[in-house]
């Protein structure tokens, strides 16, 4: 869809269960198939992707959402039917044929997730009903996630023989902590809004009429940020993941000379 009211247009790609919304500095991704409950594919996967490349530095917020009283069931289960689905990787073959195979497969799926961590707009998931198996990962590739309060997180993988294989292992980790991570995914359990939001899942649950107004208020709250810095927030913050206590020092002290010297050198600039 192309972007409205903002300096260009922009076209992104398209998907039959994907609808993007540029308004401003703000793209909304949403999941638009509802009688599906919003099943995800590979090829949803590689539109998501494609999308999140084509994320220009005009967008600095990034919201996906989704149609319908869930969020995403999560994969499409005709995918593991021999033969699969029209339109989409074979799977079954791909897994039959070699491990190898299988695992090189997989590698372009996870880009659908893992590139919503890596730009540089903040990214928000507004999450109602279910977000099972890949619904849940793609809701943990977001920066923050606002639930409504009929919210279901779950990752099912466990019971069709399988893990987690969509970027979601780290995040989860990273938000409840090694071993309430292999708790959730070990029994496939759901999570409820304010579960979500005690252990760190969420930062906030609204009835779900409330969903869409809190997400906005939330948005506004990002861009009444200045831009530089909140463009050289996520970085750091993602940095401060990995870093030793000492890389993240140089990595904060860095981002903070450039911003000074940004408005020094903005401020020299309108000196009469």
Known sequence: MVGRGYAAEVTFPTH?????????PVLTVTLCNPTQLNAQTPSLWAALAAIARAVTEDVRVVVLRAEGRAFSAGLNRALLMPGGMPGEPDMIAAAAASAEAMTE??????????????????????????????????????????????????????????????????TLVQAVGYGRAVEICATGRSIGAPEAVSMGLAS??????????ATADFVAALLAAPKPALAALKPLLREAVTATPDEQLVHERTAQGQLLHGMAAGATARRP
């Open 204 to 213: 906030l649950s609204v009835p779900r009429d409330d969903l869409e107004a």
């Open 105 to 170: 497969m997989i590698g372009p799926f996870q880009e659908g997730f893992s590139l919503w961590r890596q730009i540089r707009p903040v990214v928000v998931a507004a999450v109602q009903g279910h977000a099972i198996g890949a619904g849940f990962q793609l809701a943990l590739a977001a920066d923050v996630r606002i639930v409504a309060d009929d919210v279901q997180f779950a990752m099912k993988e466990i019971a069709l023989g399988l893990v987690p294989d969509l970027g979601g292992t780290a």
């Open 16 to 24: 039959p269960g994907l609808r993007c919304d540029l308004v401003g």
